[in-house]
């Protein structure tokens, strides 16, 4: 190594990507630099000029633009550009400009394709978004936890079904063939929507009970029944289900409380398998989160609300393992849910049994499995059609104050635009709630879907389920049909954008402005999620995970192909972020937030929130000429 | 070399004259070359003028009593410094090193101790700067020295234009009325050094003290000093001396 080069090679070694390099090769660069200077307001690329070589700034400010003038991003001393042109077409696709006196050490083309060719952390990096992204993302990605896997993961077969009027003893023997414990009961036809479902043929059954192994030890032979005994007359009436996509805990939990060790599980209403305690026991991991059967057991709010720090602390320890936001965000979720239901089974018990049935619906990010440490509650109420104001409503009207007066003091805050089941406005039957989706709907505007938007991710978490899968169902019957609808939740979903980047300790935004500091979720994760709502809606999804609805989405020709895949990427990336400068407030003993500090962000995770903010910004622009205010309404 | 005292008398105007003529008279071979190559006419634009930065490391000003210990240099344009171009020599002093000048330079007994006499790279430096302009930071240094032991080995010195970036500098800083009264208010005056000047035009500041180092960093400051103090198509002979 020649010392004369160490000026150049030392500077480099500091900054992204060059600091991953070896030696060797950071050699390689700086014997073949070339160096140049440029005043303040000088121009560096001009567009369409050919380009040859790699910029790398060793002093001053430069600013890149897009073809129509566009700042497109302000680089400081170590940043790099004019790679997307080394990697095209070798025409300077954005021209660049000093706004200081600039020093600029030029990297010839050769060099440049050594190193793509030799380092594949170098590639990655000066490869267009997509696989810095992609590889953070998926360096974030570990799975297993409990929290967060789903219990369809652990259905590995269909379950085993027989008619009502078999007899015992066939049961048996269909049980013993399929190597199986327990059997699903089930009648042809239905007078209820409850367990109901079609087969392959169009016919309609009803699944009516559950006989297990220790069943037939109790129920038959302990009995004295006749092996010819039709399986109907032996079953309980009480049946305790879950649904596919809750986790892996809560199934858990849902054993313990019920003292069952089977549980089928539904696919909305559809028997899919059947999952036993011990299928869960081997899966089991040293989670440690006692947390949640923790919150069961208590016995009052503020018992409670003396679980807050350790919901801080599960999520602490959650990151620094190395969780990844949807483990982060569905955890968190199961937490608030498990709050929540605990807080409706508690206000249950002080009130009484609810006068009509009714369903507690989630709204916003716990509906999606999205919560983060820093939230609010959003929630309201669906009643049964059979609710009468006058009669029932001051039941319900204390049991919504009950739980929300109980969440806040467990650190869930109260919603500022009040989407909770106190106000009267949200606690409605579901024929009122059924208008209110098919008036937003049908007779959109912006300002009016401005503060609704929040009920389009929606979820039951406790009471008559189907109330909110009905919703749910309108939906995504009506949704994709409603253009302007689409186009007004489309124009909501631009309201926010995100900045252009980082330029030395402060963000950077597009009209060139400073700011010390970005709330992530209003210029990121948030904007991002309206997105992704936008385009699900648009093609029926009944997901609520952002993650999911890009599954559903990626499945249509809404995005051009690998763009949902990249938005899942950013998105992930954007609230991992997140979630790690909430971790390093919460570590730092202040009020985690929103916010996050230039200069705590590290250069690689500066360099992948860049891309992450341009991925969101070409996706809101794709939006709004994806979804055009149509010129005349439909269905008038 | 009657009539020929270059520290005061070579001026601007002789330049091409100059080389012309001790072309003509030169007796070493290599020396003749190096005259004979053509140099680019005074009026060229500095945009299209080919550079060299150079500068040496020496153990001490007098080029009488001192020798050459390093030397190094970098060919140039206004647009490009290309690095892959650049030549470093270390040569061996006629007289020992002292201690003070190692303790400047960072250049040791040993690594003096191998190095082969200025003689032998002679050759090579003077093919690299032969029809480039050399661009030095204060030519006080590097003209007489080379000068000097070119003579002491090859019994003719050597003499050619050059750009000087700290005569630049004054020009701008000390020559100047507002100078002039700055000086007379007893304001200390503005320092023209290496680093001093290319800090104000914004450029990062060196490790000094290494030839090669100090060789890009003048032709940085050259670079810097033309885009904002002239132009691209300033003629060579308004900063030529």
Known sequence: ?636 | MHGIRPRQKVTQADWNGYMAARAERAQDEMLKRFFSTPMPDPETPLSEVPMVALDMETTGLDERRHGIVSIGVVPFTLGRIPMAQRRYWVVKPPRPLDEASIAYHHITHSEVADAPDLDGVLDELLAVLAGRIVVVHFRNIERPFLDAAVKARRGEGVLFPMIDTMSLEARLHRQTLWARFRRWLGRPPVSIRLNASRERYGLPPYQGHHALVDALATAELLQAQIANRYSPDTPLKAVWC
């Open chain 1, 1 to 636: 190594m020649d010392v004369e080069l160490l000026e150049i090679r030392q500077h480099m070694g500091q900054f992204p990507p060059f600091d991953g390099l070896s030696d060797e090769l950071l050699d390689a660069i700086a014997e073949q630099v070339e160096v140049s200077y440029f005043k303040t307001d000088s121009d560096i690329l001009t567009l369409n000029d050919t380009l040859n070589e790699l910029c790398y700034i060793r002093s001053g400010a430069v600013e890149v633009y897009r073809r129509q003038g566009e700042l497109y991003n302000r680089l400081g001393e170590g940043d790099i550009f004019g790679h997307f042109s080394l990697l095209r077409n070798h025409k300077v696709r954005f021209p660049a400009k000093a706004i200081e006196d600039t020093l600029i050490y030029f990297i010839p083309d050769a060099v440049f394709q050594r190193l793509c060719e030799e380092d594949d952390d170098f590639a990655d990096f000066v490869e267009l978004e997509r696989p810095r992204l992609e590889t953070a993302a998926e360096q974030q990605k570990k799975s297993n936890d409990m929290m967060v896997t789903r219990i369809r993961k652990l259905v590995t077969r269909y379950p085993v079904m027989v008619e009502s009027t078999t007899s015992v003893q066939q049961a048996a023997k269909q049980i013993i063939d399929a190597q199986a414990s327990a059997v699903l009961v089930i009648n042809e036809g239905s007078n209820n929507p409850r367990y109901s479902f079609q087969d392959s043929e169009g016919k309609t059954w009803q699944m009516c009970g559950i006989l297990t192994d220790s069943d037939f030890r109790t129920r038959v032979v302990a009995e004295g029944l006749s092996p010819s005994t039709p399986i109907g007359e032996v079953i309980s009436e009480r049946l305790i289900t879950i649904q596919s996509d809750a986790s892996v805990y809560e199934a858990m939990l849902t054993m313990l409380r019920s003292n069952v060790h089977h549980l089928p599980v539904l696919y909305r209403q559809r028997p899919v398998g059947v999952v036993h305690l011990s299928d869960i026991i081997r899966y089991e991991t040293h989670s440690g989160l006692y947390l949640v059967s923790n919150i069961f057991n208590q016995s009052s709010a503020q018992g409670l609300a003396k679980l807050a720090p350790d919901v801080r602390a599960a999520f602490v320890r959650m990151v620094q393992e190395g969780a990844n936001s949807q483990m982060v965000g569905s955890a968190l979720s199961t937490i608030g849910r498990s709050f929540t239901r605990r807080l409706l089974e508690l206000a249950e018990d002080t009130l009484g049994p609810p006068p009509v049935p009714y369903c507690y619906m989630v709204n916003g990010s716990m509906a999606r499995n999205e919560q983060s440490i820093v939230t609010d509650q959003d929630n309201a109420l669906i009643l049964s059609d059979d609710f009468v104001p006058e009669e029932h409503d001051e039941y319900f009207h204390a049991l919504a104050a009950f739980v929300s007066d109980g969440l806040a003091a467990c650190g869930y805050t109260y919603c500022k635009g009040d989407v909770m089941a106190t106000n009267r406005q949200w606690r409605q039957p579901l024929a009122v709630w059924k208008r209110y989706f098919q008036d937003w709907m049908a007779n959109p505007t912006p300002e009016k879907l401005l503060h609704s938007s929040i009920f389009f991710d929606l979820d039951s978490i406790y009471g008559e389920d189907l109330f909110v899968e009905t919703l749910q169902d309108l939906i995504a019957q009506t949704a994709p049909k409603s253009p302007l609808f689409l186009a007004a939740m489309a124009r909501n979903a631009l309201n926010r954008t995100p900045p252009l980047g980082f330029f030395r300790t402060f963000v950077m935004e597009k009209d060139g402005k400073h700011n010390n500091s970005i709330n992530l979720k209003r210029r990121g994760t948030a904007p991002m999620v309206d997105l992704i709502r936008v385009h699900a809606l648009a093609c029926g999804s009944k997901a609520q995970n952002s993650f999911q609805r890009l599954d559903d989405i990626s499945k249509t020709q809404l995005l051009a192909t690998g763009v949902s895949d990249k938005l899942s990427y950013a998105l992930e990336f954007l609230c991992m972020s997140r979630i790690r400068h909430q971790m390093i407030d919460l570590q730092e003993e202040r009020v985690p937030d929103n916010n996050i500090e230039p200069e705590n962000v590290e250069d690689s995770e500066r360099h992948t929130l860049k891309d992450a903010f341009q991925v969101l910004s070409n996706a809101q622009k794709f939006l709004k000429f994806r979804y055009p205010v149509p010129t005349q309404r439909q269905g008038r």
